[in-house]
């Protein structure tokens, strides 16, 4: 297994999601956005087969973001616990409950519900449904809280922070830019972290921001994700950090078909290691801002299976991922400092200065 840097120690606390999936290459399509069938032949309601469903936001399982990594970590527990998995991917916000009643209405033992913004869509269904246990990735818990919906949340801004910092000990024209999803609470830290690491690394850097406006693409356009990456590129950005999903991905590949990508400039993944996600990223990708997503949904899902879960909210580990190919191009000084700046958010003795 691929070393990563970490940022922090996962804390128990709880919120039970549903993980349903539908994918996969046989069967029919199911839910708003429809979804392939990967283990459906047993009947859910039976207390010989254990289902997990999952249901995405906006978007495809296979967006090489956060829906992608969210079903990965279903799949890669799926056989440990013997469980029965399926997706739905949803096209219209307007649609989670509907996606999630799919599952309840099948008697799925958990559902996995992905993205901030189902976080009420899931609750509602935790309350209307209390045998059910519910996991909600990016979904903080207020109290009181649901008895059987866990939150699956990361600290962003330790991860947002350390690409920052990278980029500000690396940038040669002080200009950086971060082009993200819709302003939403993840978001905002990634955000946060990664302007306050890069100016803690380099005072004089100048550091250009812009949310997607709110809507049903906000984390699904790449077109205008690479249009806002081409406007700071074009004044002089030398390292694009994209946060949004498909969104940010098209900031990626934007930057990575520029002249002087690799050399001159750079580009910063998100939520999981998109050196494995997104090829087309390779000419500029120097690293990611990860999330442990599918580490912190498999933990939930065994514990699920075990009735350890907790409700509330479950802190998953966060961190950079390896430099790959860019490994020789990064200096050992800055390699240096970087890993202390990981070890030191871990162990609490420097904070990221987010405010939520």
Partial sequence: ???????????????????????GSTGPSTGSGGGTNTAASGDCSSAEVYCVGLVTDVGKVDD?????????GVEQVKGEIGAQTKYIETTDPKDYAKNIKQFTDAKYDVIVTVGFLMGDATRAA??????????GFDQFQADPVVPNVTGLIFHEDQAGY???YLAGL????????VVLGQEIPPTQAYAAGYENGAKAANPAISVSKVYHPAGNTAFNDPVWGAGEAKKMLAQGADFIFGAGGNTGNGALQETAKTAGAGDKLFCI????????????????????AEKHEKDGIGEL????????????NF?????????????SKVPADVKTKVADVVSKLADGSLQTGYKP
């Fill in 1 to 23: 297994m691929r070393s990563h840097v970490k940022l922090g120690a996962v804390v128990a606390a709880g919120l039970v999601a549903a993980l349903a999936g539908c994918g």
């Fill in 64 to 72: 090489k973001g956060f829906n992608q990594a969210a079903w990965e």
């Fill in 126 to 135: 935790g309350k209307q449904y209390p045998n059910t246990k519910f996991i």
């Fill in 162 to 164: 350390s690409a920052g």
């Fill in 170 to 177: 690396m940038t040669k024209t002080n200009k950086i830019g």
């Fill in 269 to 288: 993944g998100v939520d999981l290691d998109q050196w494995e996600t997104l090829p087309a990223a390779h000419p500029c990708l120097i690293t990611s």
């Fill in 301 to 312: 899902l065994k514990q699920a299976k075990a009735n350890t879960i907790k409700p509330g």
């Fill in 315 to 327: 802190y998953g580990t966060a961190g950079i991922s390896p430099y790959h190919d860019f490994d």
